[in-house]
């Protein structure tokens, strides 16, 4: 398994600002995936995050509302832009270690915006 | 369309008794089937189901998978209050992009 931090755990925003979410993974992994959880709802992809190309956004999710940088093997991060409380969520990355076919999430990142 | 279905949506039951949680499945070119537990906000990984008929277990939580009629069980027995979470199951698609369920929220009373 893969040991994965997330900065910031929780976070109160106010609308039309932006935030971003740090995934950090104790080990290189090739694909790292980033989710968003609703209340009350279960998971949805947002994009998949490659190192060295641009993220893969899911249908529904653009660029420009959640940009997503991927420096590195071991690092990702998620950008919530210009934020509306409709984006009041869990967000939560995840990462797929390569060999097993499952994926290990890190424990997330709450966030209200007002 | 993909698309993975939970039920029940929630269970409340007493301490020692036994659940069963149903995930069933339509995804293109299925190779697995993947249980987890999610309580605050990560999920934990359960188990990964890949063949038919054959039980995965853990201490009082056994899964089996039936690809014949695209689903799968979760089975929890002599349940305890730790118990009590959202149960997700995922099934990949070929970009290994997991397609969850809306889970089963489970809560065991004392």
């Known amino acids: 398994s893969a040991v994965i931090s997330q900065k910031p755990s929780r976070d109160i925003c106010q609308r039309g600002t932006s935030l971003t979410i740090q995934c950090q993974v104790d080990?290189?992994?090739?694909?790292m995936f980033w989710y968003r959880q609703q209340p009350g709802q279960s998971l949805t992809l947002i994009a998949t995050?490659?190192?060295?190309?641009?993220?893969?956004?899911e249908s529904g999710f653009v660029i420009d509302k959640f940009p997503i940088s991927r420096p590195n093997l071991t690092f990702s991060t998620l950008t919530v832009s210009n934020m509306s409380p409709e984006d009041s969520s869990i967000y939560l990355c995840?990462?797929?270690?390569?060999?097993?076919?499952?994926?290990?999430f890190g424990p997330g990142t709450r966030l209200l915006v007002l | 369309e993909d698309k993975v279905v939970q039920s029940p949506l929630s269970l409340v039951v007493h301490e020692g008794d036994t659940v069963t949680l149903n995930c069933s499945y339509e995804v293109t070119n299925f190779r697995s089937l993947l249980w987890y537990k999610q309580e605050k906000k990560a999920p934990t990984f359960l188990f990964m189901l890949t063949s038919s008929g054959i039980e995965k277990k853990s201490g009082r939580l056994s899964s089996i998978l039936d690809k014949k009629e695209l689903f799968s069980i979760l089975n929890i027995t002599a349940t305890q209050t730790g118990d009590s979470a959202v149960y997700l199951c995922a099934v990949p698609n070929t970009g290994n992009q997991f397609y969850f369920g809306t889970g089963t929220s489970l809560t065991v009373i004392p």
């Open positions: 080990s290189q992994v090739t694909m």
């Open positions: 995050a490659n190192q060295g190309s641009e993220a893969t956004y």
């Open positions: 995840s990462v797929d270690p390569g060999h097993q076919e499952t994926q290990y």
